[in-house]
């Protein structure tokens, strides 16, 4: 019996992968206006302890962050699942935060979700993030 092979990427999966990646990247550079792009204007983000939020504090929590911290970090996604022009991926995120001034590296890691709609210009871009990194133990 021959191996099951297994199933092709579709084209939205593959679209949402490149997105997570150059979110990842870009993110990586402090190139912040990429990172705006690849979400919509009502995004929700959600984090621990921290009230929900939108776009426009997450810019300003980003350009706050670049000031303080050169940020190391990768993101494995573990599933994707498309529903039509919405989506979900689930995935573990690991960073390192090395302060600008001397201080000790802060290491963070946890899993996410987030929410995916396909715009009319056939992008994908985030709607809904809960991330769910917290401090590891030192």
């Known amino acids: ?3 099951e092979m ?19 990247t870009a993110s990586l550079a402090g190139d912040i206006d990429t990172v705006l792009g690849l979400m919509t204007d009502d995004v929700v983000f959600m984090v621990v302890g921290a009230e929900p939020f939108g776009k426009d504090a997450f810019e300003k929590g980003a350009k706050n962050m670049g000031t303080q911290y050169r940020v190391d ?4 996604t573990e599933e994707i699942t498309i529903l039509g022009d919405w989506a979900y991926t689930r ?5 390192v935060m090395e302060p600008v001034k001397d201080a000790r590296p802060i290491h963070r890691s946890g899993f996410g979700m987030s929410i995916w709609r396909k715009g009319q210009d056939g992008k994908w871009r985030i709607a809904r ?8 133990p030192a």
């Open 129 to 136: 993030d809960a991330n769910m990194t917290t401090t590891d």
């Open 1 to 3: 019996m021959a191996p």
């Open 73 to 76: 970090g990768a993101s494995d």
């Open 91 to 95: 995935s573990h995120i690991s960073l």
């Open 6 to 24: 297994p199933p092709t990427m579709s084209g939205d999966e593959k679209a949402i992968r490149d997105a997570i990646d150059l979110w990842m």
